[in-house]
């Protein structure tokens, strides 16, 4: 383009070269030069936008590579047009139509905000022509790039929902909850639903659990993740979420359960390493009677219909919980992977035992004989914790800790867990328990990639949460 600067000064020269001004004139040059400037800076802007206009028409339109991001159907988007590669200048690019867009239900160019908005079900590659104007300092220039635009169907969309055969045993209900509150004010859930890949194979749940509460003031969680490999596995989890959680009933609500806590509160008030000792013999003693006559069951129901044992394989994470003056009593067992967690928001989890990893991913132990053989091993996966006060006690199945924990380190980041019960908090802080549970159940579809397993959910709250009357009197 022209500068208005570098041509006054070249005419200026000429003018006085012509006239022959003698280099010792007092004729002053720079004056001139100032005020032709002045006179002239508008004809020359004049110029420079007739000539701006004019390069829009006369220069070859600009063929420039652009792209957008993939669209998923069903899914409200907005999205920019990516300039991947310009001119040497600095300018900008305005698009004003997208040829092509037509072929597309619902997607249409907002030229305004330069974006392309909308909703489609259309699935499929496109061939898209962009059209526009590129504006530098000096010039305008016409665009015209061609591009293409891919719609891919919503991956949830892809899940087949298929029943299972009739004619299997032991059939199972896809999805299940339970909810009840406590003499003593304790809020206990549970939900347990199928997951997207066996819907999509058409395979019963596997997944079992259960949550009870005792005159005697004991709460008890069970949750069981049944092999998916093994064909009977969901009997297998039913059987040992049920015998587990009766026996544990059965022998707290006796004398030796009023033993065990009465150990529990001498051990406190003075402690000692022979009532230590005596303790862990106590609720090793009750929790392995638990754990134990759920796999003889298993072995009896598998000697029953002359199957294999293997094929009941299941997980088994197993909680008794009971209020004291004093503080809360919480023992368990645990077997497999999954979690079984004490939450204290912002401050602290502490993990009730190690999940069972295998050589490969989703590997994992099952309750076998072997694991009873093992004293040491035994006493591993068997923890008795008295503490102050929690936020809640977690036992989810791997289709749960698997999604919010990627590795076992997670699962004692205070922070993940934080992250996990900023979205339960909301759920199940409802003054409706039954309200709490509806929620809880339906939580349990969250979409979570590479996570499609059955999920199964239970939770000991320690407190009500206080109605918006009784916050507005306070």
């Not at 003698?22 to 508008?42: A, Q, R, Y």
């Not at 006369?58 to 409200?76: D, F, R, S, W």
């Not at 008795?384 to 977690?394: D, G, K, L, V």
């Not at 979570?448 to 239970?458: K, M, P």
């Amino acid at each position: 383009m022209i500068d208005y600067n570098e041509y006054v000064e070249s005419a200026i020269k000429k003018f006085l070269d012509e006239i022959e001004v003698e280099k010792n004139s007092t004729f002053d040059s720079g004056n001139l030069k100032d005020e032709l400037k002045e006179e002239l800076e508008p004809i020359f802007k004049k110029i420079e936008l007739k000539l701006q206009k004019m390069s829009k028409e006369l220069l070859q339109p600009l063929e420039v590579k652009v792209k957008i991001n993939n669209l998923i159907a069903g899914q409200e988007f907005e999205q920019d047009i990516m300039v991947l590669d310009g001119t040497k200048e600095d300018g900008s690019f305005y698009f004003e139509k997208i040829e092509g867009l037509e072929k597309i239900n619902g997607v249409s160019w907002d030229v305004e905000q330069q974006k392309l908005i909308g909703k489609t079900t259309d699935t499929g590659d496109f061939k898209l022509v962009a059209y526009g104007t590129f504006t530098s300092s000096k010039y305008q220039q016409k665009i015209e790039s061609a591009f293409r635009l891919t719609v891919i169907p919503d991956p949830r969309s892809l899940w087949k929902n298929i029943e299972p055969n009739e004619a299997l045993p032991y059939p199972k209900s896809h999805e299940v909850s339970d909810s009840l509150t406590t003499e003593d004010n304790l809020r206990l859930l549970f939900s347990s639903k199928r997951g997207r890949s066996h819907a999509h194979n058409g395979t019963f749940r596997d997944d079992d659990g259960r949550i009870v509460s005792t005159p005697s003031g004991w709460s008890i969680l069970c949750v069981a993740d049944g092999a998916g490999s093994c064909s009977l596995s969901r009997e297998g989890s039913r059987i040992a979420t049920k015998t587990a959680t009766d026996i544990l009933i059965e022998l707290l609500s006796s004398s030796r359960g009023d033993e065990f806590v009465n150990t529990v509160l001498n051990n406190i008030n003075e402690p000692s390493l022979k009532l230590q000792k005596n303790l862990q013999e106590k609720v090793e003693g009750i929790m392995n009677s638990s754990a134990y006559q759920a796999l003889k069951d298993i072995y009896k129901k598998a000697q029953e219909i002359n199957q294999p044992v293997k094929e009941f394989s299941t997980t088994l994470l197993l909680t008794a919980h009971k209020k004291l003056e004093e503080g809360h009593l919480i023992i368990s067992f645990w077997i497999g992977d999954g979690v079984i967690a004490i939450y204290d928001k912002n401050r602290t989890v502490k993990i009730l035992g190690e999940p069972d990893g295998g050589e490969f991913a989703g590997q994992t132990r099952f309750l076998s004989h072997d694991i009873f053989q093992n004293q040491e091993e035994l006493s591993q996966r068997i923890s008795i914790n008295f503490i102050e006060n929690f936020t809640a006690i977690i036992l989810a199945t791997d289709g749960i800790s698997d999604p919010f924990f990627q590795t076992d380190e997670d699962l004692n980041k205070i922070e993940k867990w934080d992250e996990l019960w900023k979205e339960l908090s909301t759920i199940v802080e409802q003054e409706d328990i039954s309200m709490a549970e509806k929620n809880l159940l339906e939580w349990l579809d969250f979409w979570s990639i590479g996570n499609h397993d059955d999920r199964t959910v239970a939770l000991l709250l320690p407190n009500n949460p206080i109605s918006k009357e009784e916050s507005d009197v306070k």
